[in-house]
């Protein structure tokens, strides 16, 4: 069973952390991509489903690709980032189910039902972002999640060569500057959005 976090991981990982806008001029290794996978693989999914498809712009080549696609000011962060991420998501996961879910025949709920797997690809290609921030953060970095981007134009720079799969929202990664931030928007107390049943 887990032990609650301190109040300095809290503050590493939500209560302090940020969304940035730019970076530091300090390099992001490969080591630190492949740690921040080793950590996000975990957070779980719908039957162990795992059907983001993640691709880490590191040359200038892809980010400046990437930055075509989006709009004026995401397509600077893009290119000034260390890194760029695009967050695809597949909707033939469940092609992988028998490797992913050996338990019980869960590649059959899915097939034949692409408007299933695409609700299901969504749902929790969105759940695996979040975690790729959240072990971002855990590990020291800072990341910048946006939208502000054509869809289609990602998908065919990205994964024109993977049909089935489609982008659902890219990040800046790196080192955060905290000249780049604004001040931090409200974060209603918990009777605003919440009730108890």
């Known amino acids: 069973m887990g032990q609650p ?102 590649k059959s709920w899915f097939d034949g039902n692409l408007d299933l797997r695409k609700a299901s690809a969504f749902r929790n290609s969105s759940l695996q972002g979040a975690y790729f921030i959240i072990a971002a953060r855990a590990l020291g970095l800072d990341t910048g999640p946006m939208s502000g981007f054509d869809g289609g134009a990602v998908d065919k720079a990205f994964f024109a060569d993977q049909p089935g799969v489609t982008v659902n929202f890219i990040s800046t990664l790196g080192y955060g500057d905290p000249s780049t931030i604004f001040d931090r928007s409200p974060r209603p107390d918990f009777a605003k959005f919440n009730r108890i049943a």
């Open 5 to 106: 976090l301190d109040d300095t991981a809290l503050d590493t990982i939500f209560r302090a952390a940020r969304t940035y806008n730019g970076y530091l001029d300090k390099p992001v290794a490969e080591e630190q991509l492949q740690a921040i996978w080793d950590v996000m693989k975990f957070g779980p999914t719908s039957a162990n489903q795992l059907p983001a498809r993640l691709v880490w712009c590191v040359s200038d080549d892809a980010k400046e690709k990437l930055a075509g696609c989006a709009s004026d000011s995401n397509a600077d962060k893009i290119r000034k980032a260390p890194v760029s991420v695009v967050i695809g998501m597949d909707e033939n996961f469940h092609e992988y189910l028998p490797e992913l879910f050996p338990h019980t025949d869960a």
